[in-house]
């Protein structure tokens, strides 16, 4: 079987985290979401989260130079040689053709990027709702997916909460940034013939049942 090297792309809050999570459950694929790598550095108060924090904090994407390599060095590893799932990477055209050049290097190609999409309302409801284990990011929302026992992760009892980028107004403005920088993407990856496209508006079971649908057909189409 060959490799399974997919993006997950889409606006903040379309459901990729929990598309992927999903994902993973289904096929053994090393994930790399960008977002949580972040979170993870700002956390552990490495350089690479010292320089993050301020650009994620307002909404802002982090430059490409910082974030670049630390996916690069991810699909360039062992545990990736079967295929990798990223999410929230990339995210700029630079980014796109940064990842471009690095799989052409070592004679690997995308199989395919996963559009979750949804409207911008539909993003704020979603994003005003999530809460997320402060362990391990298990995500929750209060209305469409609420925890067992309110406040506390089904998986792992610990503390939900509020990430501080889904306040309103940093909402909006990830929002604009989807549309300025991230969107051309949809373009350029409908123009290779890469991208698949899924409604995010319906029930995350749907979505996922419609992706699964999607590799499979990928699968066969690979194996004539
Ligand atoms: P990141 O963490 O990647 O945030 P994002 O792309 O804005 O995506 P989210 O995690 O907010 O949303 P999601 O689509 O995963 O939705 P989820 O499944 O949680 O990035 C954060 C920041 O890091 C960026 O702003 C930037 O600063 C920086 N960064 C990251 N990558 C970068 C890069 N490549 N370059 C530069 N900077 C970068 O779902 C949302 C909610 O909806 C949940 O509550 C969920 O339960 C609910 N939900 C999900 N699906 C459904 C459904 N089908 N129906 C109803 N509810 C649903």
Redesign the pocket.
Known sequence: MSELNLI?L????????????RLRADFELPYY???????AAVKADTDLGRE?RE??D???????E??CKV?IDRVDSDEARDGFVL??????VG?AEELHRALEGLERQLTATLL?D?PDE??IR??S????CLDSGH????E??PPKNDGFCDQDGSALVQ?D??KLETVRH?LE??HQQTKPLVELYEREGLLRRFD?????E??NGHIRATLATLRLEEQI
């Open positions: 997950l889409g606006p903040p809050g379309a459901g990729k985290g929990t598309q992927a999570e979401a960008t977002g949580d790598i972040l979170r993050a650009y994620m307002r909404g802002d994407l982090v430059p490409d910082l974030i996916v999410d929230g990477f990339p995210r700029t980014q979750i949804a539909e993003v979603r994003l709702g999530r809460r997320v995500t929750y929302h209060v469409f997916d990430r980028d889904d990830r940034v989807f995010g508006t319906r029930s995350p749907e979505v």
